[in-house]
């Protein structure tokens, strides 16, 4: 387990992490989610030890990582874009790792790199930006380590690459204590194998808690009412309204509470047509950073 203890860190009279508190659970891929400088990449490197904490801590296992050589040898970090030796291979690479990681076998990275088309002769200066990502993606899954710690996950990954990386990560996390801890803007990636998450906002944090019950609360409606009026100002007196949208005659609300309450007051309103749609994890992360006060829409105008 993952344990944030009032952890903060600045950098002079910048505060890039502002003592924030929370738990990472064993087995999981844990979503650290957030506006751009809002802290995720020096968090990251807190817990992997990489940076000490100003104040509070950070525990892994009961055991603070910075300058604990032993801690960290269960703990891969992959940046966003990392770092590699002019020249060098895959298959050098992994003779590298190994002097950190006794557990990384080459014969795995091998495997993994025929399944996915990479030549472990080659340069990594030669890959894609995609290419190098999953090079380092099976590094980090044959190291061994109980955590990994990612920095924009799939960056540079297709559709299909990003979905053949995300049934690693599960195979791994069926056949051994695994956990995954991945900072990432482009929600949609994390949406269907992250549970648990943290919403970050100028070094501190909006909401941290597991999805699948916060979503238990949130329901999203798609209704007609007859005619052309604006209903919002009547709704708003009767149940919470996150965000509420209006495009001739359909209206589009996403709502706080229980479904059958909400839906049972929309049906007093006699609607034409009325249905429910599925909540993603980017409209949830929208509602917090517009609750937050950061809405680059109404910037920009």
Sequence with gaps: MIEVRNAAKNFEDICAVN???FEIPEGCIFGLLGTNGAGKSTLLRMMAGILPCDE?????DGQETYENPECKQEVFYLPDVPYYFPNVSLGEMVRFYRKHYPALERDS??????LLNLDMALPLRTFSKGMKRQAFLILALCSGTKYLLCDEVFDGLDPVMTEAMKDM????????EFTVVAAAHKLQDLEDVCRNIVIMHKGGILRAQDMKKHLKDVVKIQCVFGGKQDLKQELEREFRILRYEREGYFTTLVAGGKKEEILQKLQKRNPVFIGEISVSLEEIFMIEMEGAGYDICKTLR
Excluded: T
Aim: avoid cysteine; proline fraction near 0%; glycine fraction near 4%.
């Design 109 to 114: 990275v091998s495997y993994m790199a025929e």
């Design 169 to 176: 990560f599960r195979k791994e996390m069926k056949e051994r």
């Design 19 to 21: 003592h924030v508190s």
């Design 56 to 60: 509070g801590s950070i525990l892994l």
